[in-house]
């Protein structure tokens, strides 16, 4: 009987062979904390360990940054302190810093990810390393402590989903249309438990942005992780950052052709159109003209799911059609996901058309994906976003939030109100 | 041992309560898990006051995928140290029942409850009865009854060792 991808990375890291449902330790080749948890990860270990305690390993614990960065209270600047004093009391050197940027997309633009590698992350959204084939998942610090101790610890193997895309994207949609319509066809449980396996003609074709951005939504389905095999320039960009290894884990790690999964769902992408996740649910979708006209306040591009260069540059390309116009009515943000990706921004000449149109260009962080940084929204205030969540008051109580794409976003934030790309790009 | 058989009042709430519900995103920045009780449900609509209300002992009774969202384990902490003994869902989205598992707070996954919820079979105020070690839930007020199913050996076992820490601790030591 074949195995999937999950399988074969539980296996290899679990060093004996498993099955679905079995309860397995693990090597973890990577622990890593933010400014979110990360503190409350340090604070738990000394105070389990009697303040003595030394990590497993130094070289496989990360810390970033990206929450709160830079620190917007003195509550949050001390917990950053914290965990910069204990990552120099360790020895730990992987420690990026308030001027980085989103912790997975860092870690992975320093080459610190592979496929195949079991990484924790104190991020629920830690799984869009799937994206290049890691077993990454979000956890909270006692798992992330426990694992400072041996460098193992505890998986249920899970099923796996396999779901598969094919077709072209018209005009004015893109990869996140796609997820949000799977958002919303399978719910908020539809990956219960489950890793999935994303394959096909369109995610074969698709860059490592829209890769990331698929992955990253696993969670809004209660799902582990979703993988997509390294091919094509993904592969060759991720050899370059992590090493000629990643190729012999690619050719060890795919799934096999009789793979058993428990589901096999198929989407095809010709005839989709913009999507949108409305108030106050990831799954409670409809197209984006459905809801087209109702006016907005705020208008914010970046986040894990949406801050690559691509991203940015798919909203550029929206508002240079809109003869580089934002409507005054509306508070345009838009965040990198990282330095490398605002420094892409800078030299395509694209932030300076976005200051000229009145648009705020942030340094890379998560920004409003908490209520507790900027660009928080008042009682009674409607926002649009290209974050992965809109849950109840999550960026502000009374206001509610909008999900689309960066695509959606600009067209938004060029006319004011909810606005399908389509009608601007013509 | 302790006491398997507990009573006390219910908490009721729907499907898919997200983290952000439990505990918001605002309180992160907290490091101290026994001041985190005081934030609970303070953004689920219809149950602000859970936090100045709860009183040791009552249960928080839940439908599907409960605790989906975020990783912060603040979730738990803040039902833990509340005094909740127990969360009562139908099951529990994954990173919240690592959580609870790991802290060594029960999990008990509780068949028709979601539906029971929707149908007002179990409401606001109602007095439960839950042995812990049979999976036993019975509404007193309404005179219903419900069966949950433990957690697969592993997690009982880091249950019992009291959480991830102390059954790594154990485990080490033998």
């Known amino acids: ?426 | 041992m302790e006491k398997t058989i507990l009573r006390g009042r219910a908490w009721v709430f729907g499907d898919d309560v997200d983290t952000d519900l439990i505990y918001h995103n605002k309180y992160l920045a907290e490091t101290d898990p026994k001041k985190m009780p005081q934030y609970s449900f303070e953004y689920y609509p219809g149950k602000e006051h859970f936090a100045k209300e709860v009183k040791p002992g009552d249960f928080v009774v839940a439908g599907t995928n409960f605790g989906c969202g975020s990783s912060r384990e603040h979730a738990v902490y803040c039902l833990k140290y509340a005094g909740i003994p127990v969360v009562l869902a139908e099951n529990y989205s994954r990173i919240y029942y690592r959580n609870a598992i790991n802290n060594g707070y029960p999990v008990l996954f509780i068949k028709g409850i979601s539906q029971a919820i929707k149908d007002k079979k179990i409401e606001d105020g109602d007095e439960l009865e839950v042995d812990l070690a049979k999976g036993e839930v019975k509404n007193v007020t309404k005179g219903t009854s419900f069966h949950g199913d433990a957690v697969a050996d592993l997690e009982k076992d880091i249950m019992a060792a009291g959480g991830l820490i102390e059954y790594l601790k154990s485990r080490a030591g033998r």
């Open chain 1, 1 to 426: 009987m074949g195995k999937t991808m999950i399988h074969k990375i539980i296996e290899r890291s679990a060093g004996r062979e498993v099955k679905v449902g079995d309860r397995v330790w693990c090597k973890i080749d990577l622990s890593t904390a933010r400014d979110f948890g990360g503190a409350n990860c340090v604070l738990q270990f000394l105070d389990v360990t009697d303040r003595k305690g030394k990590v497993w390993d130094p070289s496989k614990i990360a810390f970033t940054f990206d929450l709160q960065a830079p620190a917007h209270s003195e509550k949050v600047a001390v917990n950053q302190k914290i965990i910069r004093d204990f990552a120099k009391d360790q020895g730990i050197e992987k420690v990026f810093d308030i001027n980085w940027g989103i912790g997975q997309h860092v870690l992975l633009e320093h080459g610190h990810v592979k496929p195949g590698d079991v990484i924790l992350g104190t991020d629920s959204h830690m799984n869009l390393l799937g994206a290049v084939g890691a077993f990454a998942t979000g956890v909270g610090n006692t798992d992330i402590v426990a694992s400072w101790f041996e460098g193992t610890n505890w998986f249920r193997v899970p099923e796996t989903m396999k779901v598969t895309v094919t077709g072209r994207f018209a005009k004015g949609v893109c990869m996140r249309d796609l997820l949000t319509k799977i958002v919303g066809d399978l719910g908020a449980d539809g990956m219960f438990f489950k890793a999935v396996e994303f394959g096909g003609e369109t995610i074969e074709a698709a860059s490592l942005a829209d890769r990331i951005t698929l992955c990253s939504m696993v969670t809004e389905m209660s799902g582990k992780v979703g993988l997509i095999m390294p091919n094509g320039e993904v592969l060759n960009w991720l050899v370059e950052r992590a090493g000629e290894e990643v190729r012999d884990r690619v050719k060890a790690l795919a799934a096999d052709a009789d793979a058993v999964y428990s589901d096999d769902l198929h989407f095809d992408v010709n005839r989709l159109e913009p999507m949108t996740s409305c108030p106050d649910a990831p799954d409670n979708v409809k197209r984006v003209r459905d809801v087209a006209g109702t006016a907005v306040d705020q208008v914010h591009i970046g986040s894990c799911s949406n801050g690559r260069f691509e991203d940015i540059e798919a909203a550029y390309k929206v508002l240079e059609a809109g003869r580089f116009k934002v409507s005054p009515k509306v508070r345009t943000i838009i965040t990198p996901s990282t330095r490398e990706v605002m420094r892409k921004c800078a030299a395509a000449g694209y932030i300076e058309k976005f200051l000229d149109a009145g648009i705020v260009f942030t340094n890379p962080t998560c920004s409003l994906c908490t209520a507790e940084h900027y660009g928080v929204l008042p009682s009674g205030d409607v926002g649009v976003s290209t974050t992965n969540r809109n849950f109840i008051g999550k960026v502000g109580k009374g206001s509610h939030t909008y999900l689309m794409s960066p695509m959606s976003a600009m067209a938004t934030a060029v006319r004011g109100v909810i606005t399908d790309p389509r009608d601007i790009l013509g």
